[in-house]
């Protein structure tokens, strides 16, 4: 029997839009990863109850179903339910269920859930920018997707 050997093939370079789309993704994993780490460090809070807050406070009752949530959040449902067992243990939430469907569940935001937010907000919207801008310092590329995303910078 002869040898069957094969040489692999050269990979192609990625395309324009791959190499975009992987910066992209390069800065969303640093900017998620410095905001994770500061709420965390500042409030006690890991990001994913930060923005599961603030949708909360942003309903007009300050309450979302579970599935709403999980939807806002891009979240699966066993996910969700964690992150919102996290909330209620420390007080910043509660369940209820649903008057017209007993099968639904909301979870309401409590007026500590409202405070821890409003706290973090301002951290959250400083690490932010600062991230954002440090990103732009390391590459010029990532200032112009920024500006055309509409990021004013400074």
Same mark, same amino acid.
């Given at each position: 029997?002869?040898?069957?050997?094969?040489?692999?093939?050269?990979?192609?370079?990625?395309?324009?839009?791959?190499?975009?789309?992987?910066?992209?993704?390069?800065?969303?994993?640093?900017?998620?990863?410095?905001?994770?780490?500061?709420?965390?460090? +500042? @409030?006690?809070?890991?990001?994913?109850? *930060?923005? &599961?807050?603030?949708?909360? /406070?942003?309903?007009? %009752? $300050?309450?979302?179903?579970?599935?709403?949530?999980?939807?806002?959040?891009?979240?699966?449902?066993?996910?969700?339910?964690?992150?919102?067992?996290?909330?209620?243990?420390?007080?910043?939430?509660?369940?209820?269920?649903?008057?017209?469907?007993?099968?639904?569940?909301?979870?309401?935001?409590?007026?500590?859930?409202?405070? +821890? @937010?409003?706290?973090?907000?301002?951290? *959250?919207? &400083?690490?932010?920018?600062? /991230?954002?801008?440090? %990103? $732009?310092?390391?590459?010029?590329?990532?200032?112009?997707?920024?500006?055309?995303?509409?990021?004013?910078?400074?």
């Amino acid at each position: 029997m002869g040898s069957t050997t094969s040489t692999p093939a050269s990979a192609a370079p990625p395309s324009a839009v791959s190499s975009a789309w992987n910066h992209v993704l390069l800065l969303h994993a640093r900017v998620e990863n410095t905001l994770a780490v500061t709420l965390q460090r +500042r @409030h006690g809070i890991g990001l994913s109850e *930060y923005r &599961a807050l603030g949708h909360l /406070a942003a309903s007009p %009752a $300050g309450e979302l179903r579970m599935q709403e949530l999980a939807d806002k959040l891009g979240l699966n449902q066993s996910s969700v339910t964690r992150l919102v067992a996290r909330l209620n243990a420390a007080d910043f939430t509660y369940r209820d269920l649903c008057p017209d469907d007993r099968r639904g569940v909301y979870t309401v935001i409590t007026e500590a859930g409202r405070a +821890r @937010h409003a706290e973090a907000s301002l951290t *959250y919207e &400083a690490t932010l920018t600062s /991230a954002l801008e440090e %990103a $732009g310092q390391a590459d010029p590329r990532l200032t112009a997707a920024l500006s055309a995303l509409g990021w004013p910078g400074r």
